[in-house]
């Protein structure tokens, strides 16, 4: 791995642009890239946490027959499918034990005991080791193990741990560690073990369902296990309609086009060999994933926040109520735009829109329209309105790490709803980082998203990117440390542009699995 002699002639290099062509990447993209690892990305600058009645909703029990009424109404149209980014790897959710698993000294249940009161890892891996038949994957690990001539339950009585952990992480087992989470299995039911892509397939039918009885889910994987998807959805699909249900899956990898370039301290290009140095370039890559897949109405939820089938009903519940107030609120945005359409702009359904827009949606005339004739208004009106829509669930803070709602200063001083990483905010800066830890609620990736036009057409999503908002992270490879980038966030900037309404959410409907020993969690368990 090398450092570039001379950035403009290595940039100009035939083969690195061939490179690039190939991986259809213009070399303005590059050199974008280049220029923001040497300017840095800008940070946000919040307002205030978006609460309770200014920036987030709460829905009264009363709106929830006519919200249910609209989702059903969609959902029996064909309209909604759901979005689920599954390419990442079960890697830090079993991070304690592979760090256990690296230590020198023996690895035994007495000795996990004796340290469980002065080291973390230890009391977790002792946690996790107690309480192993609980697990919904013990019976693979059993049966991994038996099929090497060792007897789990044998292992666990001798102390042995390291051998079970061997087999629970490695590739001579299971291979815990590599395995996209979306494969690892999460929950039991009856004599059955469910995975978290199991779980998304069976949530989809109870919200997402078309009169035909048929469910439209999209995953992103990684590409080395594509293949295996592929068979588990072949499988699926003929499970399904077994049953007389039917289910259309499908599947997508990042785009190689969308990787980044990593810069050494000195923001000059890395190599590795011939070969420009580029990395994935974060969530917010996959907002061509969900472009290419063609939607309307669009659930996102992350891969590892599902529950067993006795704790789903609330979850079903909201899921239902957000996307019935999508479908309200497109329904008056939708009307105005067409009203706005009709001939010349007439003053009164000017005001109407402005009134209805800047309640809702926080959107304003800017000062420099105040007195424009309704001509210019209107047009402003129809491009801030003409957007995608998405409804957020919020959760009250629970301590867990992840971004939130913000309302959030544009550059011409407009206010806007966002989803803000702490990353995205100065934290030298004390008023902002008061601001920023003054937040009453946080993100649980829990969305609806219309990407639609009122006249059916699907949006460019890429027109509605805040460039402005990616994240650059320092990393080491190779014994040299580099700067890497990664895109404006899917829930993040990539969305920054859109319309948004926050709507608070219990926090029965946030139920991850960030480590393994969360599947010892109540939610995660079996019927009491």
Known sequence: MGTAKGRETQLL????????????????????????????VPFLRICCPCILGDGITALSPERFPSLLARHAEAAAAGRLA??????????????????????????????LRAQANTDVDARE????????????FYGQLRAALSAAGHDLEELLAGGDCRKIFAYLLGAEGLNFAELPKALIAFHRS?????????????????????????ARLHFT??????????????????????????????LSVQLRATDTIAVDLNNEVLFDGEKLLRRPGGHGALLHNLEAMGGDIVFIQNVDNVVPRHRKETVYLYKKLLCGLLVEVQEQVFGYLRRLDTGPADPAVVQEVA???????????????ANADPEAQAEFFRAQLNRPLR??????????????????????????????????????DVQQSQLLRGATHFNPVDLVCGVRDYRGRPFVLANFVDPNTGFISTKSMGGRELKILELPGL?????????????????ATFNPVKTVNDLLRPEHQGAE
């Open 355 to 369: 009134v209805f827009a800047g309640n809702l949606l926080a959107i304003h005339l800017p000062p420099s329209l």
């Open 13 to 40: 290099r035939e083969e690195i642009l061939r490179q690039l062509a190939e991986q259809g990447v213009p070399r303005e993209r590059l050199l974008a890239q280049i220029e923001m690892f040497r300017r840095g």
């Open 125 to 136: 891996g002792f946690r996790f080791l107690e309480d192993l038949p609980r697990f919904a």
């Open 221 to 250: 994987v990684a590409e080395e296990y594509l293949a295996r998807f592929e068979c588990l959805v072949a499988d699926a699909i003929a499970a399904y309609r077994a049953r007389g249900m039917e289910r259309q899956l499908e």
């Open 190 to 214: 009856g004599d059955q073990t469910c995975t978290a892509f199991d779980e998304h397939l069976a949530d989809a039918a109870m919200y997402g369902s078309d009169d035909r009885q048929l």
């Open 491 to 507: 829930w993040n900037g990539a969305m920054a542009r859109w319309n948004t309404l926050f709507v608070e959410v219990p926090v």
């Open 82 to 111: 759901k979005f689920v980014p599954a390419s990442g790897a079960a890697t830090r959710m079993f991070g304690v034990l592979a760090a256990l698993q690296g230590r020198a000294e023996p690895l035994t249940l007495a000795a």
């Open 391 to 428: 409804v957020c669930g919020m959760v009250g803070n629970q301590g867990e790490p992840g971004g939130g709602p913000f309302w959030v200063e544009g550059a011409d001083g407009s206010r806007s709803r966002q989803i803000v990483e702490f990353s995205q905010v100065d934290q030298q």
